[in-house]
């Protein structure tokens, strides 16, 4: 089972808006409403910050938002703060004996 | 508040073993399902395991089949990882998660996540 394909990197301005897009088969993302995101900085452990495709755990900003068409997953993230700069990594429960498969990890850089 | 603390890690030689711990507070243990995640340095995340409340159902990456056994104890509120045959490749930090749902039956999403604990397999 391969990871999920996610951008290597994505930037944005203070106050823009970014999309963090994940790719994966019909076995995982296309296939299963289990689709999650986290976010890691530096050092840090995984926080989680989207589950089941859309919804946002209790304390997650607004400002974050997931959807899924197809075999891709997305992560959006508005009003971009110097705060958000972190690793992003999306997940998928799959069909594979993996059972849980993450994606490849995009870094976000507030410029 | 919920808190997962690890501990355990070490710098061990291949081929050999280590018992990782991971102490739970602040919810009722019994009732989640509980997963080890790693993240070798510099990479990004790999599931490794998951075991559900009662014990019952237990899986294990491909990976780590055969090599790694994950146990839990309600008494201490405990979640163990016992890893043998130990290879260069298994160097990594080693995360214990909380599973999200309580009436899941496999891994699926992780809502809790402890600091982690290194493991260095190196000669």
């Known amino acids: 089972q391969s990871a999920l394909t996610q951008p290597a990197s994505v930037s944005g301005s203070p106050g823009q808006s970014i999309t963090i897009s994940c790719t994966g088969t019909s076995s995982d993302v296309g296939g299963y409403n289990y689709v999650s995101w986290y976010q890691q900085h530096t050092g840090k452990a995984p926080k989680l910050m989207i589950y089941?495709?859309?919804n946002r755990p209790s304390g997650v900003s607004n400002r974050f938002s997931g959807s899924k068409s197809g075999n891709t997953a997305s992560l959006t993230i508005s009003e971009l703060q110097a705060e958000d700069e972190a690793d992003y990594y999306c997940s998928s429960y799959t069909s594979s004996t993996t059972l849980v498969v993450f994606g490849t990890g995009t870094k976000v850089t507030v410029l | 508040e919920v808190q997962l603390v690890e501990s355990g890690g070490a710098l061990v030689q291949p081929g050999g073993s280590l018992r990782l711990s991971c102490a739970a507070s602040g919810f009722n243990f019994n009732t989640y399902s509980m997963n080890w995640v790693r993240q070798a340095p510099g990479k990004g995340l790999e599931w490794i395991s998951y075991?559900?409340?009662?014990?019952?159902?237990?899986y294990y990456a491909d990976s780590v089949r055969g090599r790694f056994t994950i146990s839990r104890d309600s008494a201490k509120n405990s979640l163990y990882l016992q890893l043998n045959s130990l290879r260069v490749e298994d160097t990594a930090v080693y995360y214990c998660?909380?599973?999200?749902?309580?009436?899941?039956?496999?891994?699926?999403?992780?809502?809790?996540w402890g600091q982690g604990t290194l493991v260095t397999v190196s000669s």
């Open positions: 998660a909380r599973e999200l749902s309580r009436i899941a039956t496999a891994p699926y999403q992780f809502d809790y």
């Open positions: 075991i559900s409340s009662s014990s019952s159902s237990i």
């Open positions: 089941d495709v859309r």
